[in-house]
């Protein structure tokens, strides 16, 4: 077995056993791999293992890759800031967007998702720690925006997604993901079709899995530390 074969399965077995810790149900918990900074050879050992959805924060180097592992049957999200100039090559290249945080970009997206493809997913990603550095829409505004996706033909509204301060105490931890949660909860009383609250990265996940994660990013912990 690989380094990166033996993470996956080490980590898979640790999710399944939170999904007891915290009566979660079995397999509700699924992983994005992400692959920002790490090589091609990294995401076919990872796809062998058994991983079939990526993550990627930066186009250029995502077209690269995409286009070099089509032989594979992957997912690609992105999940890095989507700049304005970005979008279109974001809507031919994925298959989904967990960052969209303003109503130019949702539209934008949709307006240039080509007619071949199936209609992109979507997240919209919350800022949690109202630091202004930190990406994301106001909890306050999620609504509006899961509003316009639903609205908008080339997009499909799939849920939330957030990326909190780093914290080491378990509990702020959770307390933050709990936030999200609340009003992941609450909006998918509107929007029936949500069904991924996207929470949790390599030191955070447990915390995230606690709180009604069903889907964890995580780097680092699959393939190491990032060059
Ligand atoms: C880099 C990144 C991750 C993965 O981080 P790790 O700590 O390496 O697991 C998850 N989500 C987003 C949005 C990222 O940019």
Known sequence: MTQIAENISATTQ???????????????????????????????????AGISEFGENF????????????DLKLSWHFIGPVQSNKTRGIAENFDWVQSVERDKIATRLSEQRPDDKPPLNICIQVNLSEEDSKSGTSLEYAQALCELVTKLPRLKLRGLMAIPAPEENFGRQRH????????????????????????????DFEAAIAEGSTMVRLGTVLFGQRA
């Open 14 to 48: 640790k999710i399944r056993a939170l999904e007891t810790k915290y009566s979660r149900s079995e397999s509700s918990v699924r992983i994005l791999a992400v692959s920002k900074r790490h090589s091609e050879a990294k995401i076919r050992e990872a796809a062998a």
């Open 176 to 203: 933050c993901f709990n936030l999200l949660a609340n009003e992941y909860a609450r909006l998918q009383k509107l929007f029936p079709e949500m069904d991924t609250l996207s929470l949790g990265m390599s030191n």
């Open 59 to 70: 186009l250029q180097e995502a077209e690269e890759k995409i286009a070099a592992l089509t």
